[in-house]
């Protein structure tokens, strides 16, 4: 979905480095998220935003921080980057609300991230 | 919190074939959710369940919610390539989603 774009799409590190992934969206989405993804795990929620002064963790945010520059964006740091950190990246966005529309998630086209 | 437990891991079917991927909560979901995610790409939503006994159908895709609202199903019929991909089901909490573990669908021309 070109209404979420996350840059870069695949990145190669190294231990220790820092990292960031980026995620924007046209959407004009308050609430906003991170994800890991796995073989075998699913999607697991990192962190999430409901407005730029509103940081949550989510199930695995050790290792990781978030920073909600703006309602549009919302980038993910690696501070210290470790193989087991090696996965797909997803941002998603959705609406706030309770009508079925408002419970859709969208996500961007994902991160690649191998840490050597 | 809530979690859903997925089922089957991994799907391969002859092209034609049918295919069902199940959702299973110990406690009582208030909704469930379905995504699709082709290979490579990025999870997709397909459809939201939230009344006791539900069933909704799109096109080839038939989607039940349990009458005790503790599991939930998707059936595809005449399985086609384009189905191939991960599906995932997912619980709408009141802030966040949680996915289940997704079942991975092969279709074998």
């Known amino acids: 979905d070109a209404d979420v774009t996350q840059t870069p799409r695949n990145r190669i590190t190294k231990t220790g480095k820092r990292i960031m992934l980026e995620c924007s969206q046209t959407?004009?989405?308050?609430?906003m998220y991170w994800y890991r993804q796995d073989p075998g795990l699913g999607l697991r929620l990192i962190y999430y935003s409901f407005d730029v002064k509103d940081i949550n963790k989510g199930e695995i945010s050790d290792g990781y921080s978030v920073s909600r520059q703006a309602q549009a964006k919302f980038s993910l740091s690696l501070e210290s980057a470790i193989p087991n950190q090696t996965a797909l990246y997803f941002c998603?966005?959705?609406?706030?609300?309770?009508?079925?529309?408002?419970?859709?998630?969208?996500f961007g086209p994902g991160t690649r991230l191998t840490v050597l | 919190g809530q979690q859903v437990m997925q089922i089957p891991q991994y799907q391969h079917v002859q092209e034609g074939e049918d295919f069902t991927t199940y959702c299973n909560s110990s406690?009582?979901?208030?909704?469930i959710q379905w995504y699709k995610q082709r290979p490579g790409g990025h999870p997709v939503f397909l459809i939201q369940?939230?009344?006791?006994?539900e069933v909704k159908k799109q096109k080839r895709l038939t989607f039940q919610f349990g009458e005790a609202k503790k599991n939930s199903s998707l059936h595809i019929t005449a399985t086609q390539t384009t189905d191939v991909g991960t599906y995932f089901c997912?619980?709408?909490?009141?802030?966040?989603?949680?996915f289940g573990t997704g079942t991975k669908l092969q279709v074998i021309p």
């Open positions: 959407k004009g989405h308050d609430r």
């Open positions: 997912a619980l709408r909490g009141y802030q966040k989603v949680t």
């Open positions: 369940l939230v009344k006791s006994g």
């Open positions: 406690t009582t979901l208030s909704n």
């Open positions: 998603a966005t959705s609406e706030p609300g309770t009508s079925v529309k408002h419970n859709e998630q969208f």
